[in-house]
């Protein structure tokens, strides 16, 4: 039996468990980088394996507005879990391209889908 895992903690408040959760690293390039005219390719990288993680969930009204609170904050304390490791790791991350819409319209104000990528710094 596999045990419950928590895929992310934002500022110490536990999250619902995602629908989707796809985590990426990248490498940041610097604009230096390119084909040189020998026609090697030359990579000047400038940090490796920055993480990227898309998310979406289905939230009530209440976790829409707590994950939309998230979304102004310059930074936030995230623990995720890394798909590589199999282990909790904790960055600091901000959210972009955030998005909610409503799923379907019940008496407690609806089902929202939420989705937005976290970049860490």
Do not use: C, N
């Amino acid at each position: 039996m596999m045990a419950f895992i928590q895929y992310l903690t934002f500022d110490g408040m536990p999250l619902p468990m995602p629908d989707s959760y796809d985590v990426e690293l990248t490498d940041v390039e610097a604009d230096s980088g390119g084909e040189t005219e020998a026609g090697t390719t030359q990579r000047d990288v400038v940090r490796l394996g920055v993480m990227h993680i898309s998310v979406a969930f289905s939230v009530s009204p209440k976790w829409l507005k707590l994950l939309t609170g998230f979304k102004q904050q310059e930074k936030i304390s995230v623990d995720y879990f890394d798909t590589e490791t199999l282990e909790v790791k904790k960055t600091e991350m901000f959210l972009e391209g955030f998005k909610a819409g409503l799923v379907k319209d019940t008496s407690y104000k609806g089902l929202w889908k939420v989705s937005f990528v976290l970049r860490e710094f």
